[in-house]
DNA sequence: TTACAGAATTGGTATTACCATCGGTCCTTC
DNA sequence: GAAGGACCGATGGTAATACCAATTCTGTAA
């Protein structure tokens, strides 16, 4: 095979794509190993090193997984990494923080409305699963939150709301992570988060998209108000 | 200087921290042309083949930009292209195009909201102007219709919704573009569209969110009745 | 001063070689 | 026969070298 049939500029790209067709085509599939280098730079006929430079351009973005002596493998769609771009931008900019919660707000409420609308039995069963751990005190409250936004999530049926959310989270974490935010975990806090996860879970089961989005948008405006942006304001320090 | 002194585990990875502190300590900035290869290679102490794969990592995120004989350059933080991640996603599953557009919209819902609340005079002033060119047939209805749009995610005062818009759109005309979409251009088409934009811009310039909000609505509504999803369903083919 | 030709610089590709790590095979041992 | 370990091949990572293609710089001539 000639991968000079693929568009682009530089050779580094062509592999890019010709391993990016592998993947849309189902050739492999999300932890599937594909050929070694050198076998990939045979057969699309050119060098290992343009193989490398169109590996490591998908490596970049997460897509592929390599381990010295085991190969590279297709990573799971899930466990993406965040957008150091749109981390650079929050980073020169304190007050886009703000604007990041807000726009995540409004992509959870939309992703809970499609929930309702959507999910399935499994998804339901998975989310009236995660209600009733929270009330087991044995279990993580902080994991178990974010396994309940993730599978609203999952039930939303929308690949590309699960990746816009993942971009978004993970840089929220790191920023919040990096400032040191404190997410004080008060013992009475938890008693009215599970109340309205409750509200959530049920107009999701009732395939109620208004009652969902009405639920989200109360519970996500009272986590701002008691947590993240508790004392602080909008302004550029 | 040794980049052995930085974390990591293979060299690319090290060399790229290394050209990523050039960045942020300010040594070079977005424009300026960093260091030849075979330079940088001289000075970290690694081969070129290393310094090429930290670059490449940088370059698959958009940071730096390298043309052949010209050297490797800073990326300005506009212009940023796309993530590629989320333009893989929505080739694999097409039905994902119709969850891209639905939430490009609630993002420019958002965005003119906030625009409405913060809009400075200059930015009224630029989006009336806008308003005035799609008057004279002169101009190109396209790219006054993107200005627009773009006059008003400035206008937001977002810088990351700025940033999350140019990454949906760009992904988004990508799938368009590739799929081959016709974007019919009826005249009376250009009618509606403009009054539509007229009313928003009103919305703006006095002030008044909830306007905003509701023409803004209306207008993508409209577009998507008329324009992209025009007998286009959610099932991949 | 301008225009152009040529040299030097720079990123892109190919080839070759070797190292570090992982995976499976095969042999030993109990 | 099963368990454990030594071994060897496969695979990704790094290096050195050479050459190509495109750009940028430079010096010369008009």
Redesign the pocket.
Known sequence: MNVQTTSG??????VATAILRMIASGDVTPGD?????????EQL?????????G??KL?AQGMLV???????RVAEPDGRNGDPALAALVEMDRGSLADLVDIRAILEVWAVRRAAERANEDDIERINQLIADMSDPEQDRATLDVDFHLAIAKASGSVVYRHLLSVIRSTLEEMLRFHRFELFDKPEHDVAIAEQHKIIAKAISDHDPRAAENAMYQHLEWVRAHYILAGHTNQPE
């Open positions: 500029t530089n050779l580094g790209d062509q190993r594909l050929p070694a280098e050198r076998r990939l730079a006929n050119v060098s290992r090193v343009s193989v490398r430079a590996l490591q490596k390599s381990v010295r002596g085991g190969g590279t």
